[in-house]
């Protein structure tokens, strides 16, 4: 990894140097923070966490080739070597803050309340018709994720697509300043995290922290159609690219149409230029998330032939609105996580599902003190949206439920109070030939509903 000798690891971690000198002007292969995934060469890091302690690992790693580990403690009968600092998660943090300044490659950082994830995977597919691009995995978008996702990077790769998420205020302050982004983007501002942030202006607040640290030179680009993000009129002199529906927008879309759950097709117009392309994931939600693509290609030069090219070879990952066919069901599987703005979008796309509509829906977390208000506006929009069946689960989801039959009193709700009870029930709900939607908080655990369906 480049420039990452263990004296300049030692120097970046603010760390004490254990063993013999000799070693210090090696260059270590990989970092990791999983003993399982040692690599000849690498650092370890052992990160202290409320159930295990990883420097009980640290004599295994280095059995298996590691070239040096982290430690948080002195380690007296050491016979390898090792670097000492006051806490391996912000050493991890320098390092990787040091790393990415020695690859000097241009990060696009993606931020927001709801869209994070599918406006990264739609960025990345663009950005990879002409670079070598590298983009978030998985969850690997906080103060640890965020990281590792970095250390991925390699000399070769030239753009870098972070996903960067935080739940409270100062959070994203911390993330920005290892990202250092040329390019921010934003995709709305919603009622995630509430029960830290307070209310929407506060989550304004903790996402644009996003710029504090980007480059002089930056780009924004944010969602022209929400209101709080229509309300920044730049940052240091950098102004922001706005997308969205209206044709006011720098970026936006029009002459769209749904094509079922094959996806949406519409028109995207930037300055004199327009282009027909078709989005192969549905929803309105996925147009939006195309503009914050194309906008972002715009900046990097990509011609409108990469742009759409990128847009339509989009793959979808699992719990992120992928749909499984099985023998008897199309399976939306969209259970990674929820909250009150995504799941009333993913509602709307179910409306277009072919046989009966069925939602399986779940609590949602981290809604502070309206989450039962909250819920109940979910079970409205269930009822009112043109769906057939709404299937509530948990604790929170009664209110759904309660609030989806007050709706409509016609409309077929049913109610499971946890997931292994709708688990035990859930052969009786569903039928040969529905479309279901699997939505909920990742704590719901709605994956195995998902299997469960896959093996009926």
């Known amino acids: 990894m480049k420039n990452l000798t263990l004296r300049n690891l030692t120097e970046v971690c603010s760390g004490t140097w254990h063993g013999d000198d000799a070693l210090r002007d090696r260059e270590i292969s ?38 040096a ?64 691009t590298l983009k978030t995995q998985g969850n690997f978008n906080n103060e640890l994720g965020l990281p590792l996702t970095v250390f991925r990077l390699r000399e070769d790769d030239q753009i870098a697509v972070l996903e960067m998420g935080i739940s409270d205020f100062g959070e994203m302050t911390r993330l920005t300043r290892i990202a250092k982004p040329d390019t921010c983007v934003i995709t709305n501002i919603g009622t995630c995290h509430l029960e830290n942030l307070g209310d929407r202006d506060g989550v304004l607040k903790a996402k644009t922290e996003i ?8 780009h924004i680009v944010l969602n022209g159609d929400d209101d709080k993000l229509a309300t920044v009129d730049g940052y240091h002199g950098v102004k922001p690219v ?17 094509r079922g759950l094959k996806g949406v097709s519409c028109r995207i117009h930037m300055d004199e230029d327009a282009f027909d392309v078709l989005v192969p994931t549905p929803g309105i939600h996925m147009v939006y ?21 990128g847009i339509e070879s989009l793959e979808t990952i699992r719990g992120r609105f992928k749909m499984i066919e099985t023998e008897n069901f199309l399976v939306v599987d969209d259970c990674y996580n929820a909250n009150p703005m995504s799941m009333k979008a993913s509602l709307d796309v179910l409306h277009d599902g072919e046989g009966r509509r069925v939602a399986i829906l779940g609590d949602m977390g981290e809604l502070g003190e309206n989450e039962i208000s909250l819920h109940k506006e979910v ?42 009870s709708l688990l035990k029930n859930l052969e009786g709900y569903v039928r ?8 909920a908080s990742h704590f719901m655990k709605f994956e195995e509903v998902v299997d469960a369906l896959e093996k009926m």
Do not use: W
Not at 242 to 258: E, N, P, T
């Open 242 to 258: 706005f997308f969205g529906l209206d044709a006011k927008r720098d970026v936006y879309a029009d002459q769209i149409v749904s």
């Open 30 to 67: 990989a970092i990791t923070t999983d003993s399982r995934k040692i690599e000849k060469d690498c650092l370890f890091v052992p990160i202290v966490g409320e159930r295990v302690d990883a420097h009980r690992f640290i004599p295994d790693v280095m059995a298996k080739g590691a070239l």
């Open 69 to 132: 580990t982290l430690s948080e403690r002195e380690l007296p009968d050491a016979t390898y070597p090792y670097i000492q600092v006051a806490s391996s998660l912000q050493a991890v943090k320098d390092i990787a803050e040091f790393y990415l300044q020695q690859l000097q490659i241009p990060v696009v950082g993606i931020t927001g309340s709801v869209g994070k994830t599918s406006t990264k995977e739609v960025i990345a597919s663009v950005l990879k018709e002409k670079y070598r």
């Open 289 to 309: 998330n195309a503009l914050a693509a194309a906008a972002v290609g715009r900046i990097y030069g990509l011609t409108i032939e990469e742009i759409k090219r």
């Open 211 to 218: 710029f504090q640290s980007m480059q002089p030179n930056g």
């Open 432 to 439: 040969k030939g529905d479309t279901i939607l699997v939505k």
């Open 379 to 420: 079970g409205e929009h269930a009822a009112k949206c043109g769906i057939d069946v709404c299937i509530c689960v948990g604790e929170l989801s009664v209110h759904m439920a309660d609030a989806a039959r007050t709706a409509d009193p016609n409309f077929e709700v049913h109610y499971e109070k946890d997931r292994e």
